[in-house]
């Protein structure tokens, strides 16, 4: 149980929750918040990366962070209307 409380994990799970609210953001139109939501995760991604080496950890991002980036691939975009 305390290696889900590591940082690494919990970057994870931060921007596992960011998706849902990522593509409600581009659906209605705010871009600047998407924008900024998706920055965050790219930062999260990165960090949670270089803490798990730096403390040597052996964290579930490493599972999950490719299922994370896959996620934020595929966030539905807005389609212009024929």
Known sequence: MNELRATPNQLTFLRLCVIPFLALAVLDGHYRT????FALAGISDGLDGLLARILKQRTISAVSGPGCR??????PLPRPAP
């Open 34 to 37: 998407a924008f900024a939501l």
């Open 70 to 75: 896959q996620a934020f691939a595929q966030y």
